[in-house]
C-alpha cells in the first residue's frame, strides 16, 4: 500500500510527498533446497536507517496461524534493499507440515507484502540397475510418493538419475526398460 502525506500550504510552499513500500520478497536461489541457506530481498521504502523489518514464512494456506519461522533485517544508511538467510530443516518440521512449498510476508511498520509461492526441494540421486547389475541406461521412470503429484524423469547413459524433488519417500517405477 501507497501512503500519500501532504504538509499544510500545497499550493506550492512546503509541499512535500512521502511514500512508504515494501516490495514483495524475492527468494534466494529460485529453487531453495533442504539444509542449504536461502535469502530473502526486499526493498523497504519511506523508512529511516535501521528500521526493523520482519521476514515470516508460512504454508500458503495457514496464514492464519504462526508462522513457521521469523527472520528479522534493518533497512540501511544507504541501500533500501534488505536481506536476511534462512535455512529449512525438514527434518525438525516434517511432522507438522503439510507441504514444503511456504510463502513470506515482508513487514516494516504498518506494510506488508508477500512472496509468490515456493518449494523447497532436496537431491534425489540413484543408480539404476537391472538383472546382471547392469545400468539401466537412458530409460524414463516415474517418481511416485503418497501425496504428492507423480515426477517424470530419465536415467542418463550410466543409470544415473540426479534432479531436485520435494521431500518425500519416493518408489521409482520404470517404464520403458529396454531389458523387457
Not at 515494501?22 to 535469502?39: D, R
Not at 516494516?108 to 515456493?118: A, K, L, R, T, V
Amino acid at each position: 500500500m501507497t501512503v500519500l502525506q501532504f504538509d499544510k500550504g500545497m499550493q506550492g510552499k512546503g509541499f512535500r510527498v512521502e511514500v512508504a513500500f515494501v516490495s514483495p520478497p524475492e527468494v534466494l536461489p529460485a529453487e531453495p533446497v533442504v539444509g542449504e541457506p536461502m535469502t530473502f530481498e526486499c526493498a523497504v521504502l519511506g523508512f529511516p536507517a535501521g528500521k526493523a523489518v520482519e521476514f515470516r514464512i508460512f504454508e500458503p494456506f495457514k496464514l492464519h496461524e504462526d508462522p513457521l519461522a521469523t527472520v528479522s533485517g534493518q533497512t540501511g544508511e544507504e541501500d533500501r534493499i534488505v536481506s536476511v538467510e534462512w535455512t529449512y530443516d525438514h527434518a525438525a518440521h516434517k511432522d507438522s507440515l503439510a507441504s514444503t512449498r511456504f510463502v513470506v510476508i515482508a513487514g516494516c511498520g504498518d506494510y506488508f507484502n508477500i512472496s509468490e509461492p515456493f518449494e523447497v526441494k532436496e537431491p534425489f540421486e540413484r543408480t539404476l540397475t537391472g538383472a546382471g547389475d547392469e545400468p539401466l541406461s537412458e530409460v524414463a521412470v516415474l517418481l511416485r510418493a503418497p501425496g504428492r503429484a507423480d515426477i517424470e524423469a530419465r536415467t542418463d547413459a550410466e543409470g544415473k538419475l540426479s534432479l531436485l524433488v520435494p521431500p518425500a519417500k519416493y518408489i521409482v517405477e520404470v517404464l520403458d526398460d529396454e531389458d523387457e
